[in-house]
């Protein structure tokens, strides 16, 4: 089954429980292999299989369980949704101040202690009834419409708690201002509580809105990389510079960029040269100069010359656009921590509701007088101040935060997962060439036996190099076309045996190049070089020996630069208690030597490709949680195997594919950054988690009133949706301290 993702934003979502509901609604979708809906972002990621489910299956299963699907057929784009929840956060707002402001006008005519203030007409039950109406009805619309739609459908979530609270609350005022000789019966003096419904419906209003505008600052990171994008270009067409828009250009076109303009799309640079300020990408503050050849990043600011590029990725293909993306995606995954939240949240609701059926029950029959008010002010209390919200929000906000801030320093987390288990590694594991080393090795050394000549071993190599990408080949032949020595024709029956070597044929003779295991299978005799292989070896260089026929004629030493930024980056981990390795299909010696030069005490050498999956269980089986740092498509599973593989965003593809973080920037320290991120976020995880269930272990019970026994202490319903309220705000509002962390 081919499946694809598709992401859309839902209105409605209030709380865990209507996380709950909606993924369970879409996963019940025939052709829908998952589905998750994020609180922060309200949003829902769905993978489907597109052959049998459409957009309006996925419309109709939201709208079946009472909320609204905002599909189309591209993501909304990020203009058009931040318009989108400008407008509902401008209504929000209108219904909040209309709300408090009849509440308040109400609370001066009925609410103790105050009400010998107001003017006599104001003290009318009849004129707050007509007062609250429009707020009950209105204002508080949303919540009746959404607990119809839960109840119809056989479920409950937050919205079902406020409607049942406000409307026993109004109910009863309506009964005591229509029938007061009814309540006197019952031994109750009439009194209306209009003011608790519309204060707690304003409040709880409030709170969503505070809580709207605090999410939203989450998102900060997406709408930061958003606002990168250059929204013009100068495209030169049939020899004529001119400006057009962004989305005009297409592949292919030679772009002009002048000093201080960013670089519109991704390409190649054609011709003139300049420093280049990458750090949106990179989180680099120093310009890299770039010449002809050399990729240019989108969006990315030329700081010096001015140069002509050949676009080669536009539109959703460019880096940033993959990188918000990725992001997006990640934002919109589910930890697995999340899961105590779900499981909760899952019985959350009807739970609320028996307790209190029970609170009303228990104070009608043991309760003091007047034993029917106290029993549903108690009860509108339990109603009112269990909210699910916070504990909802708790996960999917450090995540937003968490990711938006690797994004900027450079660190694309794929998905929340990853960036929970990033704060367990305590060992990680680097690929040697291209991780830790440049990843451009050059010729140092080129040692011809009796009879042949350093030129000679270069030519004949260089048949067999040509044929191969390898960087070890590359350096050859680079070393060839310095020396004059390039053969006019590539080998034939050429082939590559990964992590050993190339043979071919060329004028009817066997060539074959590679590691002194490789020269000993195929029956070459390497003993006449001997010396010449330990000098090199204990020297740091990688050997390449050459064989013509079976007979070895020489041995070359290539070396690999370390990175400039390896010694701190290892010494940044050391610090945090994590052990460093090194793996290499290098000889042991020249492990040894970049080991030791780098300050690692373990490392695997002479490690096939298909073994370094291998060397990286033998960690996990060690009781360590591994994280894996590689390049090369020979890196891939051993990034797969890992329990967290990090690739650099130099490698390939394949590697990239593999990963479950990716590297921009070429600076090794991101490593310890992005343990230290994963670290952070997840200590705000669980303070928000900690705080969104003690608040409903510790205030639920008092909404009860177990304390009135010993105290006299009851919680008035309005202070219970203050509370309800600050939960939801307070999480949120924790999460987004972690844009102050410092990790790096």
Not at 178 to 199: C, H, K, N, W
Not at 543 to 559: E, M, Q, S, Y
Request: aromatic share 6%; with cysteine.
């Amino acid at each position: 089954m081919t499946s694809i993702k598709k992401t859309f934003a839902i209105k409605g979502i209030h709380c865990a429980s209507c996380v709950r509901i909606l993924e369970d609604a879409l996963k019940t979708v025939p052709g829908v292999s998952s589905a998750t809906v994020n609180l922060a972002t309200e949003k829902a990621t769905v993978d489907y299989d597109p052959a049998s489910v459409t957009d309006k299956h996925l419309s109709s299963a939201v709208s079946n369980v009472g909320y609204q699907a905002l599909i189309a057929d591209e993501m909304e784009h990020e203009d058009a949704e931040r318009t989108r929840k400008q407008k509902e956060l401008s209504q929000l707002r209108t219904r909040v101040v209309f709300s408090l402001v009849l509440g308040i006008l109400i609370v001066w005519g009925s609410f103790p202690g105050i009400v010998n203030t107001s003017p006599q007409f104001m003290r009318s039950f009849w004129l707050q009834l007509v007062l609250a109406l429009p707020v009950q009805f209105w204002a508080g619309w949303s919540f009746y419409r959404a607990a119809f739609s839960s109840l119809r459908h056989r479920t409950a979530n937050m919205d079902t708690l406020v409607a049942l609270g406000t409307t026993v609350a109004f109910g009863y005022s309506v009964v005591v201002t229509a029938l007061p000789q009814l309540v006197m019966r019952a031994g109750i003096e009439p009194m209306a509580y209009f003011d608790v419904s519309t204060i707690i419906i304003g409040l709880i209003l409030l709170g969503r809105y505070f809580e709207a505008r605090a999410k939203a600052g989450t998102s900060d990171a997406i709408r930061k990389l958003l606002g990168l994008q250059a929204k013009t270009a100068r495209v030169v067409r049939d020899g004529r510079e001119q400006d057009i828009a962004i989305d005009q250009v297409i592949i292919g076109d030679i772009l002009r960029v002048r000093p201080g303009e960013k670089i519109p799309v991704d390409g190649v640079i054609t011709e003139g040269s300049s420093a280049i300020d990458e750090s949106m990408v990179t989180g680099e503050s120093i310009p890299v100069d770039k010449g002809p050849d050399a990729l240019v990043i989108g969006s990315t600011i030329n700081k010096t010359g001015s140069f002509l590029f050949r676009a080669t990725k536009v539109g959703s293909e460019t880096m940033l656009a993959q990188i918000v993306k990725l992001v997006q995606e990640a934002q919109g995954s589910k930890a697995p921590i999340q899961r105590l939240a779900d499981l909760v949240s899952s019985y959350f609701v009807p739970v609320v509701i028996m307790l209190a059926l029970a609170t009303f029950a228990l104070w009608y029959v043991l309760g003091p007088q007047p034993v029917l008010l106290l029993a549903i002010l108690n009860t509108v209390a339990v109603l009112i101040i269990a909210c699910p919200c916070a504990m909802g929000l708790a996960t999917p906000t450090a995540i937003m935060v968490g990711t938006g801030i690797g994004a900027q320093h450079g660190i694309l987390i794929k998905d929340a997962a990853a960036l929970e288990t990033a704060h367990k590694v305590r060992a990680v594991v680097f690929d040697k060439t291209g991780t830790l080393t440049e990843g451009k090795p050059r010729v140092t050394a080129v040692i011809a036996t009796a009879g042949h000549t350093e030129d000679e071993v270069i030519r004949i190599d260089a048949i067999v190099e040509q044929s191969s990408s390898h960087p070890i080949s590359q350096a050859i032949m680079e070393e060839a076309h310095k020396r004059n020595a390039v053969a006019p024709t590539s080998a034939g029956k050429f082939e590559a045996i990964p992590g050993n070597g190339v043979r071919g044929e060329s004028d009817g003779k066997v060539i074959i190049s590679g590691t002194e295991r490789f020269m000993q299978v195929n029956g070459v005799d390497t003993a006449p070089l001997r010396a010449d292989i330990d000098g090199l070896l204990d020297s740091g260089n990688t050997i390449t020996i050459v064989a013509l026929d079976g007979i070895a004629i020489g041995v070359i030493g290539i070396a690999d630069t370390v990175k400039p930024s390896a010694h701190a980056g290892i010494a940044e981990l050391k610090k945090l208690g994590v052990e460093v390795a090194m793996i290499t299909g290098d000889h042991t010696r020249v492990a040894k030597a970049v080991a030791t030069q780098l300050g690692i005490e373990r490392f695997f050498a002479e490690v096939l490709p298909e073994d370094k999956a291998s060397a990286v269980a033998k960690l996990q089986q060690e009781g360590k949680t591994v994280a894996m740092i590689g390049d090369g498509i020979n890196d891939a599973p051993a990034l797969a195997q890992a329990d967290v593989g990090i690739a650099m965003g130099t490698g390939t593809d394949v590697a990239i594919e593999a990963a479950d973080i990716t590297l921009v920037n070429r600076d090794l320290r991101t490593v310890a950054s992005a343990i230290i991120l994963s670290r952070k976020t997840l200590r705000t995880i669980k303070l928000n988690l900690f705080w969104a269930f003690g608040y409903n272990i510790i205030l639920i019970p008092v909404a009860m009133g177990v304390l009135y026994p010993a105290w006299g202490i009851l919680l008035n319903p309005i202070f219970a949706s203050v509370a309800m309220a600050a939960s939801s705000i307070s999480v949120v509002l924790n999460s987004l301290l972690l844009r102050k962390a410092r990790i790096s």
